[in-house]
T-cell receptor, first 115, second 113 residues
Framework: DTGVSQDPRHKITKRGQNVTFRCDPISEHNRLYWYRQTLGQGPEFLTYFQNEAQLEKSRLLSDRFSAERPKGSFSTLEIQRTEQGDSAMYLC?????????????FGPGTRLTVL | AQSVTQLDSQVPVFEEAPVELRCNYSSSVSVYLFWYVQYPNQGLQLLLKYLSGSTLVKGINGFEAEFNKSQTSFHLRKPSVHISDTAEYFCAVRNNQGGKLIFGQGTELSVKP
């Protein structure tokens, strides 16, 4: 039974660089979510997909952020021109919309440090 | 819009003692309620969820929570905690139209021997 996986687990980058994270959802899950969690806070919603379609984006998702889910399976989250304020844990979750309340199952996260 | 308030940022407790982690929510529509646990440097694991029906919900690891609509609360309880329960606990709400979870700020449970 494979859960949600994320790659890389840790990323250290210099300010101004671009970074890309990958999320592989649980097989056959049709919804995929991205959240950001800063130290001492709860996760904050960024965006979510149902299959290939991006259904909602948070105001937190500035123009420097872009997410894709091209074939309705894995997803990527790219941050361009990183800033120190982007340092956070980026969490991915997936769910099966046929379930009542389609419970979201989370991956281990990618911890980003911007120097 | 929905919001979640976890009333205690830190809860220290001795092993084998009972514990209650408090959660209040605000919403103008019907919601689903969740408790997740996060161990250090890991993702979130679902403890339990309330969808409808019985207001007392049982979850994994001996945890349970009670939904109180009149008080808009969803407090998490365990009658006897273990050292291994030391973790961050998050309450979350989602409306019944689907989509994003709204999380509280988290409660750090610290179980001491």
């Amino acid at each position: 039974d494979t859960g949600v996986s994320q790659d890389p687990r840790h990323k250290i980058t210099k300010r101004g660089q671009n970074v890309t994270f990958r999320c592989d959802p649980i097989s056959e899950h049709n919804r995929l979510y991205w959240y950001r969690q800063t130290l001492g806070q709860g996760p904050e919603f960024l965006t979510y997909f149902q299959n290939e379609a991006q259904l909602e984006k948070s105001r937190l998702l500035s123009d420097r952020f872009s997410a894709e889910r091209p074939k309705g399976s894995f997803s990527t989250l790219e941050i361009q021109r990183t800033e120190q304020g982007d340092s956070a844990m980026y969490l991915c979750a997936s769910s099966l919309v046929r379930e009542i309340a389609d419970t979201q199952y989370f991956g281990p996260g990618t911890r980003l440090t911007v120097l | 819009a929905q919001s979640v308030t976890q009333l205690d940022s830190q809860v220290p407790v001795f092993e084998e003692a009972p514990v209650e982690l408090r959660c209040n929510y605000s919403s103008s529509v019907s919601v689903y309620l969740f408790w997740y646990v996060q161990y250090p440097n890991q993702g979130l694991q679902l403890l339990l969820k309330y969808l409808s029906g019985s207001t007392l919900v049982k979850g994994i690891n001996g945890f349970e929570a009670e939904f109180n609509k009149s008080q808009t609360s969803f407090h998490l309880r365990k009658p006897s905690v273990h050292i291994s329960d030391t973790a961050e606990y998050f309450c979350a709400v989602r409306n019944n139209q689907g989509g994003k979870l709204i999380f509280g700020q988290g409660t750090e449970l610290s179980v001491k021997p």
